[in-house]
């Protein structure tokens, strides 16, 4: 018979357990890790040594159950504030990103080529997200209809609240990403030194990539005796080994190329020189060099030749060395212009490549005509960071997105270089101070304001870059759509386990009576639809498509039809014969919208005989 979708998100613990199971099935008993014969055969041993080097804090452990509780929330479409909803390929969610990232675990899993997040950084005056084990949706929904509040240093456990809220959102969106994906994390001196420690923790210390410094302002300031000019970036990739594939070379710009010159017209064009020498005294690389002026030289003293003799003879043959103009001089190995893809990034990123906070804040004044956001990023540090970690068609999720600076950075560079980089933004619709200039112009929360930038920078991107040429040909379309959806909770009611007394009857009969249709009254056959397509891991951005067959509303997924889901009542034997000639692999009906279990059994047997699977909602 048809098994029943699951109302939850994805089940991370079975899944890492099946994953053991797999590689260590001597380690399971009665369907139980055994965690020391486990450890024994990796050649760790248990000892009773608890000295060791670990980091912790308060609140630790609930912090890793919390990242393994499933969700039971959903995420509802909102087309009326979405821009371009049916065509878009890119994502922006309203909700608490724990929940997001839960509810993306199916869909995303190994998917996402680059996360960049800038979180609080817990300067005692930004929001820290405080969670609740026991019922996270019904935090969420408090949250949001109330001004947020600091984390102030007063209340005792400063570090350790941010500590619990950044731990198991960096926990699953390590899960999202590719083996050649990278994470950059925005931060500054106050919390720099225990996040490296909580990615270490939750990506690997071997994956550790670089800490970034970027020089975030212009100029000093003076009110201090040591004013503060940059901030920091991390930089982890899901598997080292994968950095070369992580981590794309840097663009040469015109400055760069121009360093590149042909005095003797090679005519493998023009080049740079390097020291053709190596630190040190390595015997098989000491040797003489006779220059095309006939003068013979010796190494430094203190230094050997960089290379061999044999690969110098090659180079020589090549015409990879050059000796000064006269010839006189000690050798010096080319680069060609034709053979450097990029350059190697430095972990210094001056305002002067990638802007600063003052240009960030005008940029979103000039876009919105109000200052409507505190210390937003520039666009030109985001560009940058997806130029070095994405090419075409990647995913790039931001789920601490604020003022959508990421959006607007990925739109511009595929306005730029013709790429179809698709983004997931997610935010807290944290509700503005109603003495702000955003809440005076309408703005009532965080989300309304990264909505309009989006909004209004891909309006902007394509009056301005429609007509340029990429190469000899004109541009694709860029996509400047992006589809909205809202964090609640699922579609389908819940069985109401509160005790009642012996003669509360009527309660009992009045909660059976409600679980007749298992949809909630106030959702839509869209709303379902989407919680169907995240639970079974469908993307979002797939097509859908409404039609009726007999007369019923089904609707299809993707073009060549990957699922079809059917909602309406009094499903017949004809009905689901009509479904199955669009021969999709998958079949989902309403368990509601049979009569009887006669009539689902029907369903099932005609499905099957054709090939077809059927799952119930």
Known sequence: MPEMIEGMSMNLEGANMDKLRTVFPECFAEGKLDIDKLLSLCGEYIDNDFEKYKFEWKGKAECLKLAQKRSTGTLRPCPEESVNFDETQNLYIEGDNLEVLKLLQTTYYRKVKMIYIDPPYNTGKDFVYADDFADPMARYKEVTQQTTKSNPETMGRFHTNWLNMMYPRLRLAANLLRDDGVIFISIDDNEVTNLRKLCDEALGEENFVAQIVWQKRT?????????????????????????????????????????????????????????????????????????????????????????????????????????????????????????????????????????????????????????????????????????????????????????ATTAHAVMQLNAEDGGNRRYILVQLPEVCDENSEAYKAGYKNICEIGKERIRRSGKKLTETNGQMQLGDAEKEPFDIGFKVYKLDTSNLKTWDSTPIENDQLDILY?????????????????????????????????????????????????????????????????????????????VIIARDSFTDNTAMANAYYILRDKGIELKLV
Request: hydrophobic share 35%; charged share 25%; proline share 8%.
């Open 219 to 403: 100029s000093p300031d003076a009110r201090t005796a040591f004013s503060t000019g940059h901030e920091y970036i991390l930089a982890y990739c899901k598997d080292i080994t994968e950095l070369d594939n992580a981590i794309n070379a840097l663009p040469l710009s015109e400055s760069d190329k121009a360093n590149f010159n042909n005095p003797d017209n090679d005519p493998n064009g023009p080049w740079v020189s390097s020291d053709f020498t190596a630190p040190g005294y390595r015997p098989n690389q000491m040797y003489s060099i006779t220059t095309p002026s006939g003068v013979v030289v010796q190494p430094p003293k203190g230094r050997c030749w960089k290379n061999l003799v044999e690969v110098y003879n090659q180079y020589l043959k090549e015409g990879r060395l050059w000796f000064g103009a006269d010839g006189n001089g000690v050798p010096r190995q080319k680069t060609y212009l034709f053979e450097r893809n990029g350059k190697t990034g430095w972990t210094w990123w001056p305002n002067s490549e990638v802007g600063h906070n003052q240009e960030a804040t005008q940029e979103l004044r000039n876009l919105l005509e109000i200052p409507a956001f505190d210390f937003p990023k520039p666009v030109r540090l985001l560009k940058r960071m997806v130029a070095l970690a994405t090419r075409d068609n990647d995913i790039i999720l931001d789920f601490f997105s604020g003022s």
């Open 510 to 586: 009045d909660r059976m009576n409600q679980m007749i249709s298992r949809v909630k009254p106030d959702r839509s056959d869209m709303d379902m639809v989407s919680e169907i397509m995240l639970k079974l891991g469908v993307p979002l951005t797939y097509p859908v498509g409404r039609t009726e067959l007999n007369g019923k509303a089904v609707y299809a997924i993707s073009a060549d039809c990957l699922l079809l889901i059917c909602l309406a009542g009094n499903i017949q034997p004809a009905d689901v014969d009509a479904m199955a000639d669009y021969a999709p692999a998958k």
